[in-house]
């Protein structure tokens, strides 16, 4: 061929500030790059072989070699691919295969291409002179009588092209570092990069330092290779000990056999896995694989709750597997990595667009060769195919989860704890997973057991109809017929709320005593004590119509109380009120008296619903620097016992000097067993507690 000078087909005066600042983000990806056209190049050449395009030798082992030297400052990379023809360097890699910079800027920013570069050589290969000041190139085409090519290039535009002495089919790649990047001759440096990038790309890959000294290894001489470099052959002799037999003699007993042994050039070992376990079929892994995979990928040695595995060929290629991480506690970070490949190259980890954001907190793997890249491979076309992929995983994940809930519900109670803060999490940022979920959401009850809503309301049903003797359902229907049959001025108030009531509890020692009186009346309610709760069951009640969320101290329910008249405690409720509101300078106070069926009850705060939630969204609103005195504060309701002795004692002694002392530790009292006081409260309350005791003394 002859030399060949030239200048690259670019209309820019120099491209490579262009792909050192805007191609790649990250400048460790030219490893990736080099070694995935290197595997490009190999695929095709099999695939040549398999057409009988052309012949692979006997004893071929596809490989890609990466060596560092320091000494030199350069790092090599060969593959034993397909190679380049003088035409075809002029092609690939003289004509960066785009017009100029600008162009390929405008074309590239936006969509996705039907033919984006990748695996070819181009811009792939460039990448090199991000991190190399100059680059050579040695090839040799498969094809029969090619010469082989000599390219080199300093990082300017300026080429030179000749024949060239490589005499391998195949491509090696010589980069000489700049001085900014020499951590990439680094053996280890070099070895880090390449797990990150290529653990799972489908060609061995192997990693050397040039003139390292050779290492070695001993084998039994039956497990010798063709390949193997033999250095010595060992005999080893027979081993005996002297050991006596049953009849208390003592003779030799051979305890090792004699073995031919080989002292060998130590065996490369590959940096990769061709065969990721994801590739495989389900049926094909052992609980054990996954738990192994789990531990070489993600470096967590808990293992993990369980796992989904991924494999689908339409409408789209894709297959993955996600796992559910154990978390110890609430402190731990939740937050998961989910490795995105593309025909098992390594792109990104946790893309946003392809994995939904509440799967961010599991721990995978998912490897699309359908996704539309763009020319970096780093980040995604937008466009709705993505949003398919990411609305099939989450589908996958909630069919895993109910399917466990019907079917191995033993197992999915006793995972419950770890992932309920990710479907909690995932329900409110997906409205199609939460309504897939909906009924397969497990809440612990009061008594320690773990039940789904659905469970939860036929159960309290079952015990309105056994107490009742009628189904609660057709008391709920003649309600209804009656309000139909009302005369039309009736109808302008506002419509009963008929959904039912789940209870639940965010604190069971503070609310201890709602507890025990719920328990003694046989009911029931769910525990909610985790911070993402309130906005959790705000949601579940914007997608369900049927049932709303009440914590146990909104209010006194009515199998707590005896039932009474309008009238009948009209004087108590008159009185009581006058007093608690002097005894704690509150004219505002709500005062309701109820007769409860359990006599020791005193007294009893309630907060409603809507005022609750309205003060924990303050709360959060407070967090960002919202001034909270705007919003008021909420409305509670002091609900006194009449069949209490203490509330008798205040109701007949009203104008005793001890009784604003006893009304404002019932007040305290019913505080505390729904929310913590205030430091000066809790000094006036232990002051007060104090007097009490005395007065009881004298």
């Not at 003289?94 to 291409?113: H, M, P, V």
């Not at 989904?308 to 154990?326: A, E, Q, S, T």
């Not at 006194?556 to 009209?570: N, R």
């Not at 509670?636 to 604003?660: C, F, G, H, R, W």
Request: with cysteine; charged share 30%.
């Amino acid at each position: 061929m002859g030399n060949k000078k030239g200048s690259l087909s670019i209309t820019s005066e120099n491209i490579f500030p262009v792909i050192k600042k805007w191609l790649y983000s990250d400048h460790d990806i030219f490893y990736r790059e080099l070694i995935s056209n290197g595997c490009d190049a190999i695929t095709k050449l099999k695939k040549l072989d398999m057409m009988g395009e052309y012949s692979l030798p006997i004893d071929y082992k596809a490989k890609i070699q990466v060596i560092v030297s320091p000494e030199d400052k350069t790092l090599t990379f060969i593959d034993n691919g397909l190679g380049m023809t003088s035409d075809e360097v002029d092609e690939y890699i003289n004509q960066i295969a785009f017009s100029g910079a600008t162009d390929f800027l405008e074309k590239y920013k936006d969509k996705a291409d039907s033919d984006q570069i990748i695996g070819h050589f181009g811009l792939g290969f460039y990448s090199a002179f991000m991190v190399a000041d100059e680059v050579h190139i040695d090839t040799l085409s498969y094809k029969e009588g090619a010469t082989p090519v000599h390219w080199e290039c300093d990082g300017g535009t300026e080429f030179e092209m000749s024949d060239g002495d490589w005499d391998q089919v195949g491509t090696k790649i010589t980069l000489f570092l700049n001085e900014d990047c020499l951590e990439f001759a680094n053996e280890y440096r070099a070895r880090e990069v390449i797990t990150k990038y290529c653990s799972f790309m489908p060609t061995e890959i192997f990693l050397s330092k040039k003139d390292a000294p050779e290492e070695y290894e001993t084998i039994d001489a039956a497990d010798k290779q063709d390949t193997d470099k033999v250095i010595e052959e060992i005999h080893e002799e027979a081993k005996f000990e002297e050991k006596e037999n049953e009849n208390g003699e003592k003779e030799q007993v051979e305890v090792s056999p004699a073995k031919d042994k080989l002292k060998i050039v130590k065996r490369p070992v590959a940096l990769n896995e061709t065969h990721p376990l994801w590739a495989k079929s389900p049926s094909e892994c052992t609980d054990e694989d996954y738990k192994v995979f789990y531990r070489d990928v993600f470096h967590d040695y808990k293992e993990p709750l369980f796992w989904i595995h991924l494999n689908m060929d339409y409408p789209f290629n894709l297959k993955g597997i996600l796992y559910f991480p154990k978390i110890n506690t609430e402190y731990d970070s939740i937050e998961g990595t989910i490795k995105l490949y593309n025909n098992q190259v390594f792109i990104a980890d946790n893309i946003k667009e392809v994995i939904p954001e509440f799967l961010m907190l599991l721990k995978g793997v998912i490897d699309c060769p359908d996704l539309p890249l763009n020319v970096s491979r780093s980040a995604l076309q937008n466009d709705g195919f993505v949003t398919k992929i990411s609305e099939y995983i989450t589908k996958k994940v909630a069919d895993k989860l109910s399917g466990m809930c019907k079917t191995e519900k033993e197992s999915y109670e006793k995972y419950w704890d770890d992932i309920a803060p990710f479907i909690k999490y995932g329900c409110l940022k997906d409205t199609k997973f939460c309504d897939k979920m909906n009924d397969y959401i497990l809440f612990k009850d009061i008594n320690e057991k773990y039940v789904t809503l659905p469970e939860l309301l036929v159960k309290e049903e079952e015990k309105a109809t056994d107490e009742n003797g009628e189904a609660v359902e057709a008391e709920v229907v003649d309600k209804k017929n009656e309000d139909a049959d009302k005369a039309p001025e009736d109808t302008d108030k506002a419509p009963e709320d008929t959904r039912k009531t789940v209870y639940y509890v965010t604190d069971l020692q503070q609310q201890s005593q709602y507890v025990n009186m719920f328990k003694e009346q046989g009911m029931n309610a769910v525990i909610l004590d985790h911070a993402i709760d309130t906005s959790f069951i705000t949601q579940l009640e914007q997608r369900n119509e049927n049932y709303k969320f009440c914590r146990i101290d909104a209010d006194v329910t009515d199998t707590m109380v005896e039932e009474t008249s309008e009238d009948e405690l009209k004087a108590e409720t008159e009185t009581l009120t006058d007093v608690f509101r002097k005894a704690l300078n509150n004219e505002g106070l709500d005062v309701k008296v109820e007769k409860f069926k359990n006599k020791d009850v005193s007294s009893m705060l309630t907060v409603s619903e809507e005022s609750r939630r309205m003060q924990d969204m303050m709360k959060m609103y407070a967090m960002g620097g919202m001034d909270m005195g705007m919003f008021g504060s909420a409305s509670e309701t002091l609900v006194l016992n009449a069949n209490n002795d203490l509330v008798q004692y205040i109701l007949n002694n009203k104008d005793s000097e001890n009784v604003p002392t006893f009304a404002a530790q019932l007040y305290d009292l019913a505080k505390l067993a729904n929310a913590p006081l205030s430091p000066e409260a809790m000094t006036e309350f232990v002051a007060r507690s104090n007097k009490i005791m005395m007065l009881l003394a004298k």
